[in-house]
């Protein structure tokens, strides 16, 4: 591998992805689109969370399924994002065979093209966490987060959501009238199975392994237990691992999908090159 | 050749008036009923993710210990966000969609009117996310075992036709706002579903937001159209109703008369107002 050419693909890409993400409006304006929408997002839970138990935000309900939800907000952003890349190229701007002939390392491109995703995403989970701390009594106390435990985490969470992202960003190369649906489909299966905004014991019995299966939910629990340690630890779904078990079940996880994710690039970026699917333009 | 040249001008010369208006609309709303059902995988991804959402949400609910009847409650504006997601995607948007692809300058060419195209548009893009809408409730009832006790058919048909002519009236409206949008368009499409869906009350009764933030709310059709809906259809509905369902229906058929005349006239001024600017054909990635 040359490491210029992958630094030089994921630099690029990101500065290409801000202005893609950025320049289409005045920097208000832009400020405003990314606040709203997880805000408006966040607020739908509130609202229903208030409706029944007539505003209580003390139950350790509340945090649980706010934090969940401020930061699946990642989940959406990163992982689908880097797949969206393909489609943006390929079908919008109708770049992507150009990337092919450029000097460039794709995986590196794309992931790059994930990087301008995260920053977005990262203001719009500290609105979403500074929403909730100041108007919504979330019990988030600067001065009790273990900050070793949330950025090893932070870090390790979002490297497996680029990952997530290069496997779906290899499978859109090969897919032509759904490859809308396939971040979406992703992004809402983890949704609902990670236990992001309620715990995995409300889930039908069947259904928990899945849940159990998904790297997400660990992350997920290690990110709550970071910022507010005693309530996550109420709740019994994930109560037998410690930290340490966490992260490292997190690590492994992160590590499968690096691999499988460069074997499943390389292999769908194989077969799109061999059934000219590069430059496929379907006007869907 | 020549024949079947003489032929189709003749026959285009006496399409005309409202008959040549009737077949645009025809003509418009036939890719989107038929089309849209040839793909039977797209059926199913728009089925599909909005299930995804709607059972979160009724999980969250039961997380949180919520009566029963939210879980109805959900369903129903699990199915109507398809209407919300294809006013914004297919008939907002879809005026920038068909620049990008440079069909909007053979729709301005043609001799028929727009106004016609987006009745089509949004006669057919009805009645396949109606196909849809029904889908995601046949299917989350089932899954989560919802009761339904309707007090009256005949409120129910109209509220629903009503709630649907104002939104798509709506659609139309603001798709001639789109007509003047460039790269901007997808981004505010994006923008316009999750505040939406929290303002409209899609997941829980409207009534539970303060009295003036509801009725502003009530301006975007679906939210007085649900909360009808909801109140006709679940035994505790009325109970939760932000108003009674028959002024619910008078301000729906004010809302009709006023979105749909509305587009017409938008319509008209900003499709002047795109070929002064020369906005028809140019393409802003």
Request: glycine share 8%; charged share 10%; hydrophobic share 55%.
């Given at each position: 591998?040359?490491?210029?050419?992958?630094?030089?693909?994921?630099?690029?890409?990101?500065w290409?992805?801000?202005?893609?993400?950025?320049?289409?409006?005045?920097?208000?304006?832009?400020?405003?689109?990314?606040?709203?929408?997880?805000?408006?997002?966040?607020a739908?839970?509130?609202?229903?969370?208030?409706i029944?138990?007539?505003?209580?935000?003390?139950?350790?309900?509340f945090?649980y399924?706010?934090?969940?939800?401020?930061?699946?907000?990642?989940?959406?952003?990163?992982?689908?994002?880097?797949?969206?890349?393909?489609?943006?190229?390929?079908?919008?701007?109708?770049?992507?065979?150009?990337?092919?002939?450029?000097?460039?390392?794709?995986?590196?491109?794309?992931?790059?093209?994930?990087?301008?995703?995260?920053?977005?995403?990262?203001?719009?989970?500290?609105?979403?966490?500074l929403v909730?701390?100041f108007?919504?009594?979330?019990?988030?106390?600067?001065?009790?987060?273990?900050?070793?435990?949330?950025?090893?985490?932070?870090?390790?969470?979002?490297?497996?959501?680029?990952?997530?992202?290069?496997?779906l960003?290899?499978?859109?190369?090969?897919?032509?009238?759904?490859?809308?649906?396939?971040?979406?489909?992703?992004?809402?299966?983890?949704?609902?199975?990670?236990?992001?905004i309620?715990?995995?014991?409300?889930?039908?019995?069947?259904?928990?392994p899945?849940?159990?299966?998904m790297?997400?939910?660990?992350?997920l629990?290690?990110?709550?237990?970071?910022?507010?340690?005693?309530?996550?630890?109420?709740?019994?779904?994930?109560?037998?691992?410690?930290?340490?078990?966490?992260?490292?079940?997190?690590?492994?996880?992160t590590?499968?999908?690096?691999?499988?994710?460069?074997?499943?690039?390389?292999?769908?970026?194989?077969?799109?090159?061999?059934?000219?699917?590069?430059?496929?333009?379907?006007?869907? | 050749?020549?024949?079947?040249?003489?032929?189709?001008?003749?026959?285009?010369?006496?399409?005309?008036?409202?008959?040549l208006?009737?077949k645009t609309?025809?003509?418009?709303?036939?890719?989107?009923?038929?089309?849209?059902?040839?793909?039977?995988?797209?059926?199913?991804?728009?089925?599909?993710?909005?299930?995804?959402?709607?059972?979160?949400?009724?999980?969250?609910?039961?997380?949180?210990?919520?009566?029963?009847?939210?879980?109805?409650?959900?369903?129903?504006?699990?199915?109507m966000?398809?209407?919300?997601?294809?006013?914004?995607?297919?008939?907002?948007?879809?005026?920038?969609w068909?620049k990008?692809?440079?069909?909007?300058g053979l729709?301005?060419?043609?001799?028929?009117?727009?106004m016609?195209?987006?009745?089509?548009?949004?006669?057919?893009g009805?009645?396949?996310?109606?196909?849809?809408?029904?889908?995601?409730?046949?299917?989350?009832?089932?899954?989560?075992q919802v009761q339904?006790?309707?007090?009256s058919?005949?409120?129910?048909?109209?509220?629903f036709?009503?709630?649907?002519?104002?939104?798509?009236?709506?659609?139309?409206?603001?798709?001639s706002?789109?007509?003047?949008?460039?790269?901007?368009?997808?981004?505010?499409?994006?923008?316009?579903?999750?505040?939406?869906?929290?303002?409209?009350?899609?997941?829980?009764?409207?009534k539970?937001?303060?009295?003036?933030?509801?009725?502003?709310?009530?301006?975007?059709?679906?939210?007085?159209?649900?909360?009808?809906?909801?109140?006709?259809?679940?035994?505790?509905?009325?109970?939760?109703?932000?108003?009674?369902?028959t002024?619910?229906?008078?301000?729906?058929?004010?809302?009709?008369?006023?979105?749909?005349?509305?587009?017409?006239?938008?319509?008209?001024?900003?499709?002047?107002?795109?070929?002064?600017?020369?906005?028809?054909?140019?393409?802003r990635?």
């Open positions: 591998m040359n490491r210029s050419e992958s630094f030089r693909s994921f630099r690029m890409a990101t290409l992805g801000w202005q893609i993400e950025a320049n289409w409006t005045d920097p208000f304006l832009f400020a405003v689109y990314i606040i709203i929408k997880p805000l408006a997002s966040v739908i839970l509130v609202v229903m969370y208030s029944i138990t007539k505003g209580n935000y003390a139950s350790p309900v945090p399924i706010y934090l969940g939800n401020a930061f699946y907000i990642y989940v959406a952003f990163v992982m689908t994002g880097i797949s969206w890349a393909v489609i943006e190229d390929r079908e919008h701007y109708r770049t992507l065979k150009y990337m092919y002939v450029a000097p460039l390392n794709m995986p590196f491109y794309l992931l790059g093209r994930g990087v301008s995703r995260f920053l977005v995403a990262s203001v719009a989970v500290l609105i979403t966490l909730g701390k108007f919504l009594h979330l019990p988030l106390d600067l001065a009790g987060v273990d900050w070793g435990l949330f950025l090893v985490s932070l870090f390790l969470g979002v490297t497996m959501l680029a990952m997530l992202g290069l496997i960003a290899g499978l859109t190369l090969l897919i032509v009238n759904h490859h809308f649906a396939i971040g979406d489909a992703v992004a809402g299966a983890l949704y609902l199975f990670s236990g992001a309620f715990p995995l014991e409300v889930l039908p019995a069947w259904l928990r899945v849940g159990f299966a790297p997400i939910t660990y992350w629990e290690l990110m709550r237990r970071s910022l507010i340690g005693n309530v996550a630890e109420a709740f019994p779904t994930l109560a037998s691992f410690s930290n340490g078990q966490l992260l490292g079940i997190l690590f492994g996880l590590v499968l999908f690096a691999i499988t994710s460069i074997f499943t690039f390389r292999w769908c970026d194989h077969l799109a090159r061999e059934r000219g699917l590069i430059d496929w333009v379907t006007n869907y | 050749m020549k024949t079947n040249d003489s032929l189709a001008l003749s026959t285009s010369e006496k399409v005309t008036g409202w008959r208006f009737l609309i025809g003509a418009r709303a036939y890719p989107r009923v038929v089309g849209m059902q040839r793909e039977i995988s797209w059926l199913f991804f728009d089925v599909f993710l909005p299930m995804l959402a709607v059972s979160a949400y009724v999980f969250v609910y039961r997380a949180i210990g919520a009566p029963e009847e939210y879980v109805g409650f959900v369903i129903v504006g699990g199915a966000t398809a209407f919300w997601l294809n006013i914004l995607w297919s008939m907002s948007s879809q005026l920038y068909e990008e692809t440079g069909n909007l729709y301005i060419m043609a001799p028929n009117s727009l016609a195209i987006l009745l089509g548009m949004a006669i057919g009805l009645v396949a996310t109606a196909l849809r809408a029904v889908a995601i409730i046949v299917l989350g009832s089932l899954l989560f339904y006790s309707v007090t058919f005949t409120q129910l048909l109209a509220v036709f009503l709630a649907m002519t104002a939104l798509y009236g709506m659609g139309m409206m603001s798709a706002f789109f007509l003047l949008l460039s790269r901007e368009a997808w981004h505010i499409a994006n923008l316009a579903q999750e505040p939406v869906y929290l303002v409209s009350g899609f997941y829980f009764p409207i539970s937001f303060n009295f003036w933030i509801a009725a502003s709310a009530s301006l975007i059709p679906l939210t007085l159209g649900l909360d009808a809906m909801r109140q006709l259809v679940f035994p505790s509905g009325a109970a939760l109703g932000f108003l009674n369902v002024i619910e229906i008078a301000i729906l058929i004010v809302l009709c008369v006023v979105f749909l005349a509305g587009a017409k006239f938008l319509l008209d001024y900003m499709e002047r107002l795109a070929i002064r600017e020369g906005r028809i054909t140019e393409s990635r």
